[in-house]
């Protein structure tokens, strides 16, 4: 059976194998084009003064920490091969102890094209009737099931509590796609742009295979979780009466592709180990150009834009790259205060279309960010993942003999305590302006939960102070009746002969 829009459709009981889209190998971009071309060293110097190394400004030391700003150079780009997982650098291959055993070989060429004719459904079932696997619940009522609920949900895609893990698992695992082609069908972009269906779910479909499903956070559920919140950005009145299609299908398709390819660490872990993407991209914003160049090569191997005149298709990658670039939390600062200066001004014009990209820029910054302004169930979701990612690299750094990078040892940190300073000095001025900017009921609910959340966390950390303190007396008071027992023993001992010739010191807890 096939889900609506009458696409290939995605099978609902069990994911896509891997080997269904095998990479083609490498995909090169022409280092001529001025797409690509390097910057000017002028615009890098400023941008290095973009963030205050005053270290009273406690703001911008905590952006530091979430992203290096202290090594910058200028960036040329060569090509990057997509087919090399991030991780198999050669100076980084003790990584490798991340990657699962048990992957499998690479398919033929004339198997991968045979594969990419076929739809899922079809090459799911002949796969199964080669390997003699019995088809244990008929296919066709999870479809109905799932997709049936499924479909209920995107009927209210566009409320604030939408919960994006339920959402996954009714889609199994297939959040991103469904989702993301529903908004682009909803707008009516499919038809107005004129894009190939088939190319059109191509790409989506590689698009979520190329998040890494083994990262805690930076997964293809985040990136339709923020696809979801960009939608719910683009309906705001400022926006949805501003707009164009054209900066709607923009802004969607750099929601679902700003993350894409993460690695699961960050840039400094990057930079210090040289891997080989620090390298590429001469450590400037390296995970963002990263995350443009892997869906500009996307977009090019399905040919997704390729009907369209080559300068409007370069025009809409170069677009896609500045609103993605603008994720790098070591610009936060950057963008915050040219932000709050059109606030200030009043000189924000939306008719303007420099003015609608910046604002686009802005949107996606929030989208990104959002896990804190989320209901507390959701929230406290996102917030334990990416912790857990931020302490399985101080796992690997510990192990490898490397520098814990900053709130990655699970030793000294905890979940609250990140998520209120993230909160306090990224979030919470982030939010603040864009309520300024768009003052409406999401935004005021977004604050709204951020407070919540803040005091939840808050107290979460009280109580967990208390019990480590009521914790500490009853183990000091284990430690002295010990203390006293051992100078007993040492009394009788005095002078006499005993087999305990050295007292039982304390006990550790």
Excluded at 76 to 97: I, K, N
Excluded at 385 to 404: A, N
Aim: proline share 4%; with cysteine; aromatic share 8%.
């Amino acid at each position: 059976m096939e889900v609506c829009y009458q696409l290939p459709v995605l099978p609902l009981d069990r994911p896509v194998p891997k080997h269904v889209l095998s990479r083609r190998g490498a995909i090169s971009f022409s280092s001529s084009s001025s797409l690509f071309g390097a910057p000017d060293p002028r615009q890098l110097s400023q941008r290095r003064g973009a963030i205050s190394y005053d270290s009273s400004d406690q703001t911008a030391l905590y952006i530091r920490m979430l992203g290096d700003v202290r090594v910058r150079s200028q960036v040329g780009f060569e090509p990057e091969r997509r087919s090399s997982h991030p991780y198999l650098s050669t100076h980084c291959l003790f990584l490798s102890t991340r990657l699962s055993c048990g992957s499998t070989s690479a398919s033929s060429a004339p198997e991968r094209r045979v594969h990419r004719l076929l739809s899922f459904q079809r090459y799911l079932h002949s796969s199964r009737l080669l390997r003699g696997v019995p088809q244990q619940i008929p296919l066709h009522i999870l479809d109905e099931d799932y997709t049936g609920q499924a479909r209920c949900m995107l009927e209210k895609v566009g409320t604030w509590n939408f919960d994006i893990f339920l959402f996954d698992r009714l889609t199994n695992g297939n959040s991103l796609v469904t989702l993301t082609f529903h908004l682009l069908n909803q707008y009516g972009l499919v038809e107005l742009f004129q894009l190939d269906m088939v190319k059109l779910w191509r790409f989506l479909v590689m698009v979520q295979e190329d998040y890494h499903s083994d990262n805690p956070y930076h997964n293809a559920v985040h990136a339709a979780d923020v696809t979801q919140a960009m939608y719910c950005y683009l309906r705001e009145p400022m926006l949805a009466k501003s707009l164009t299609s054209y900066d709607i299908l923009l802004g969607l398709v750099a929601a679902a592709t700003h993350d894409l390819g993460h690695p699961g660490v960050n840039q400094p872990f990057l930079i210090k180990t040289d891997h080989y993407l620090a390298t590429l991209y001469r450590n400037t914003s390296v995970l963002e150009n990263h995350h443009w160049k892997s869906a500009v090569g996307l977009l090019r191997e399905t040919g997704l834009f390729s009907h369209l005149p080559a300068e409007d298709s370069l025009n809409m990658e170069r677009e896609l790259g500045s609103l993605i670039l603008a994720t790098d939390i070591s610009r936060q600062n950057e963008y915050l205060s040219r932000f709050r200066m059109h606030l200030d001004q009043e000189n924000l014009c939306l008719s303007n279309a420099s003015h609608r990209h910046f604002i686009l820029q802005m949107a996606l910054k929030c989208a990104d960010i959002c896990n804190p302004c989320r209901p507390w169930e959701l929230s406290k979701q996102w917030s334990e993942k990416v912790t857990e990612e931020f302490f399985q690299q101080g796992d690997i750094e510990k192990k490898h003999k490397l520098e814990v990078s900053p709130l990655c040892d699970r030793e000294t940190n905890t979940v609250g305590n990140i998520q209120i300073g993230f909160m306090t000095y990224v979030a919470e001025p982030l939010f603040a302006e864009w309520a300024r900017f768009s003052d409406t009921r999401l935004s005021q609910t977004m604050l709204g939960h951020m407070g919540l959340n803040k005091a939840s966390w808050g107290g979460l950390q009280q109580e967990q102070t208390s019990i480590s303190e009521e914790a500490e007396p009853s183990t000091a008071g284990a430690d002295t009746e010990d203390a006293a027992v051992a100078q007993m023993d040492g009394s009788r001992t005095a002078g006499g002969t005993s087999s305990k010739e050295i007292p039982q010191g304390n006990r550790e807890s």
